[in-house]
């Protein structure tokens, strides 16, 4: 079956340190890929999205992504985290069927601390 | 805002009460969604509908009955829910994937947190 794991349930960072939120997924054909953010008290918002091209995808907010084909992976990056990053970030993927089911995570708690 | 507006955001209901859940998109997408987010769990596709016809059934529980009147509306039809059905329902909205395929980022609603005592 189609899955999307990722890695951390929880993250802890102090502002400045550096993000990296692990996303591995298990489909065997060519996948959309995506990841969303919730910002506390807010709606799921799309942060950045892989269809085709340069494996580095760089999203709003100094976010990005690096598609790995050969290791099933869509790791998010960001250099230097600010408080006002904490949010419950989530992967997803979309098998590219034509249909339209996406598969997400189960999400990532990131807390930044002041 | 992201577009998608969901009332009512917060229903308790006993398990033999009848209630909708609705969702309206002013983006004027194609495809409307319903997801099921319990906590520390991924969120669970229940029903996507492209053009109002329903694309999508994942094994969701008959107690689960979606309506799409249009493109622009969406409800969810509660009757006889289990405690277990506790969650929060999120309606998404995207466009249908063209011909040149691509990805169809979903835009979401806030949520309507339901409890079922």
């Known amino acids: 079956a189609q899955s999307v794991s990722q890695h951390n349930h929880h993250v802890i960072l102090s502002e400045a340190a550096s993000l990296e939120l692990g996303c591995n997924y298990s489909?065997?054909?060519?996948?959309?890929l995506f990841w969303y953010v919730q910002y506390p008290g807010q709606h799921l918002q799309l942060l950045l999205k892989?269809?085709?091209?340069?494996?580095l995808v760089k999203g709003i907010k100094g976010f990005e992504a690096e598609f790995i084909k050969s290791k099933f992976s869509f790791n998010l990056r960001k250099p230097s985290v600010q408080w006002s990053d904490t949010a419950e970030y989530f992967c997803a993927v979309s098998p590219n069927t034509g249909g339209f089911k996406t598969i997400f995570g189960a999400g990532t708690r990131l807390f930044v601390k002041a | 805002e992201t577009g998608v507006t969901q009332t009512p955001r917060h229903l308790v209901m006993g398990m033999t009460n009848k209630k909708s859940l609705k969702c309206e998109q002013h983006l004027g997408h194609n495809a409307m969604y319903w997801y099921k987010q319990s906590a520390k769990k991924p969120l669970e596709l229940m029903f996507v509908?492209?053009?109002?016809?329903?694309?999508e059934n994942n094994s969701v529980p008959s107690r689960f009955s979606p309506e799409c009147p249009n493109s622009s509306h969406l409800f969810l039809h509660l009757h006889t829910l289990q405690p277990e059905d506790s969650a929060l329902y999120l309606c998404a909205s995207s466009q249908t994937r063209g011909e040149a395929g691509g990805p169809y980022e979903q835009y979401f609603g806030p949520g309507t947190r339901l409890t079922v005592t």
């Open positions: 489909y065997g054909g060519t996948v959309n």
């Open positions: 509908y492209s053009l109002e016809e329903r694309v």
């Open positions: 892989y269809f085709s091209g340069d494996p």
